[in-house]
């Protein structure tokens, strides 16, 4: 089962990645018309804003220097992996993490491409504080939507740094598939995160059905 699993991600590879080029220009559109609407009703956002700002200022004035900052980063890249080495049934036997030399994580199993990609395009903390939101009372929704826009923001910071050219994760995944995928990857983890919190009106089946549809007309318009 284990052998099959990854060799049914690593089939999949490249059929993902052509679809996500077929996908970014409506998810972007899609994305476009949520955060116009997240706009009309900013007083809802208020506190997300607050902690996605707070934390870019922070990341400027002592986080991006900061080597326990540097290693908690690390220590969530490599959390990421095992979370989905975990997923792909292989076994996490070691994870390391360090200020300023990086990180590794062990496992035993098979590899595959989402293992290797996944810190690029999975908000793990953003995720978990959304699964809280959906459970906890609206007396302590403000202050988790703060701690949600931390977590965005730390996202998309340690995102950024860690992409260049000489990252080993995007190199072995090979940066054809690295550009095909990432965009559009972190552009419908950002659409499913801001259409899945609670009390806002929004629906994130709703999102992706419209993405999907938008797809079809887009394409079939030129082709």
Same mark, same amino acid.
């Given at each position: 089962? !284990?052998?099959?699993?990854?060799?049914?991600?690593? *089939?999949?590879?490249?059929?993902?990645?052509?679809?996500?080029?077929?996908?970014?220009?409506?998810?972007?559109?899609?994305?476009?018309?949520?955060?116009?609407?997240?706009?009309?009703?900013?007083?809802?956002?208020?506190?997300? *804003?607050?902690?996605?700002?707070?934390? %870019?200022?922070?990341?400027?004035?002592?986080?991006?220097?900061?080597?326990?900052? !540097?290693?908690?980063?690390?220590?969530?890249?490599?959390?990421?992996?095992?979370?989905?080495?975990?997923?792909?049934?292989?076994?996490?036997?070691?994870?390391?993490? =360090?200020?300023?030399?990086?990180?590794?994580?062990?496992? !035993?199993?098979?590899?595959?491409?989402?293992? =290797?990609?996944?810190?690029?395009?999975?908000?793990?903390?953003?995720?978990?504080?959304?699964?809280?939101?959906?459970?906890?009372?609206?007396?302590?929704?403000?202050?988790?939507?703060?701690?949600?826009?931390?977590?965005?923001?730390?996202?998309?910071?340690?995102?950024?740094?860690? %992409?260049?050219?000489?990252?080993?994760?995007?190199?072995?995944?090979?940066?054809?598939?690295?550009?095909?995928?990432?965009?559009?990857?972190?552009?419908?983890?950002?659409?499913?995160?801001?259409?899945?919190?609670?009390?806002?009106?929004?629906?994130?089946?709703?999102?992706?059905?419209?993405?999907?549809?938008?797809?079809?007309?887009?394409?079939?318009?030129?082709?």
């Amino acid at each position: 089962m !284990q052998l099959l699993l990854n060799r049914l991600i690593n *089939f999949m590879k490249w059929p993902i990645g052509f679809l996500s080029v077929i996908l970014l220009m409506p998810a972007c559109s899609h994305l476009w018309q949520v955060m116009g609407y997240i706009y009309d009703h900013s007083s809802n956002y208020s506190m997300l *804003f607050y902690g996605f700002f707070a934390y %870019i200022i922070l990341w400027l004035l002592w986080i991006k220097h900061s080597m326990m900052g !540097q290693w908690f980063s690390t220590l969530e890249h490599e959390v990421t992996h095992s979370i989905f080495a975990i997923l792909s049934l292989n076994r996490v036997v070691g994870l390391h993490a =360090t200020g300023y030399a990086g990180g590794v994580m062990q496992y !035993q199993g098979y590899s595959n491409w989402i293992i =290797t990609l996944s810190p690029y395009f999975v908000p793990t903390l953003s995720l978990f504080i959304l699964l809280f939101l959906s459970l906890v009372k609206a007396s302590y929704l403000s202050t988790l939507l703060f701690i949600l826009g931390l977590s965005l923001a730390y996202h998309f910071l340690a995102t950024w740094k860690s %992409i260049h050219y000489l990252q080993s994760d995007l190199v072995k995944s090979g940066w054809l598939f690295v550009c095909m995928f990432l965009p559009t990857a972190n552009v419908l983890m950002l659409l499913i995160i801001l259409t899945a919190l609670p009390h806002d009106g929004l629906s994130t089946e709703r999102s992706l059905l419209y993405v999907w549809q938008d797809t079809i007309v887009f394409w079939g318009y030129y082709f």
